[in-house]
Each structure stands twice: as structure tokens, then as C-alpha cells.
């Protein structure tokens, strides 16, 4: 037996898709992020335990391996994060409406006074 489709499904399902490519993309760039300070904190730890150890040549090479990771993490990063900061969905308005302008802070603005406490 087939349910009949809703008039709205379509509208619904315009209103849900941004908000599902900004999380599945905000959530990809947290695991990239996560997944590079796990490598950059593994790098470390092995360079630590090879200028330690006999063979301390072999931690520049560790060094250079840090540095190259980090160079590559930080272009993948940005263009993850940028491309999430993209995808954020703006927030529903009606069109009628003007748009709401930012409010200051009371107390820095000089609107209102400050408490007299003593």
C-alpha cells in the first residue's frame, strides 16, 4: 500500500537539506582535526623518544615529517572549515520583515547606567 505524498514534502525537504550538508561537513572537518593533532601528537612523541634514544639524527627527519604534516593539515583544514562555514544554513525570515540589526551590549553602550552598589 503507497501513502500518498504530502504537498509539503518537497518544501520540507528543502528546508532539512542545508542544515544536513552543514553538519555532515562541520563533522568532517572536526574528524580531520581530530585525526591531524592525533598524528602531529604521535610525531611528537616519537621524535621524544629518539632524542632520547642512541640515534638522535633520525628525530630531524621526524622533524621534517612534522613539518610537512602540519603545512598539509593546515591548507586541508582551512578548506574544510571554510568550506563548512559555507554550507551554514541562514536562519529563516520572512521577507516582510526587516532584518533585526545587532544589539550592543547595554552596559558598554552607555545606555543604561551602572548598578550603585555602595
Given at each position: 500500500?503507497?501513502?500518498?505524498?504530502?504537498?509539503?514534502?518537497?518544501?520540507?525537504r528543502g528546508i532539512q537539506a542545508p542544515r544536513r550538508a552543514y553538519v555532515r561537513r562541520r563533522s568532517i572537518?572536526?574528524?580531520?582535526?581530530?585525526?591531524?593533532?592525533?598524528?602531529?601528537?604521535?610525531?611528537?612523541?616519537?621524535?621524544?623518544?629518539?632524542?632520547?634514544?642512541?640515534?638522535?639524527?633520525?628525530?630531524?627527519?621526524?622533524?621534517?615529517?612534522?613539518?610537512?604534516?602540519?603545512?598539509?593539515?593546515?591548507?586541508?583544514?582551512?578548506?574544510?572549515?571554510?568550506?563548512?562555514?559555507?554550507?551554514?544554513?541562514?536562519?529563516?525570515?520572512?521577507?516582510?520583515?526587516?532584518?533585526?540589526?545587532?544589539?550592543?551590549?547595554?552596559?558598554?553602550?552607555?545606555?543604561?547606567?551602572?548598578?550603585?552598589?555602595?
Amino acid at each position: 500500500m503507497n501513502a500518498s505524498r504530502s504537498p509539503t514534502d518537497d518544501a520540507l525537504r528543502g528546508i532539512q537539506a542545508p542544515r544536513r550538508a552543514y553538519v555532515r561537513r562541520r563533522s568532517i572537518a572536526r574528524l580531520a582535526s581530530l585525526g591531524s593533532l592525533l598524528v602531529a601528537g604521535w610525531l611528537i612523541y616519537l621524535m621524544v623518544r629518539v632524542l632520547n634514544g642512541p640515534v638522535p639524527p633520525v628525530a630531524l627527519i621526524l622533524w621534517m615529517l612534522l613539518a610537512a604534516h602540519v603545512a598539509l593539515s593546515a591548507v586541508v583544514l582551512w578548506r574544510l572549515w571554510s568550506c563548512s562555514k559555507a554550507a551554514r544554513p541562514e536562519p529563516l525570515v520572512d521577507p516582510d520583515e526587516p532584518v533585526p540589526a545587532r544589539r550592543q551590549h547595554q552596559a558598554f553602550s552607555g545606555e543604561l547606567e551602572p548598578p550603585k552598589r555602595w
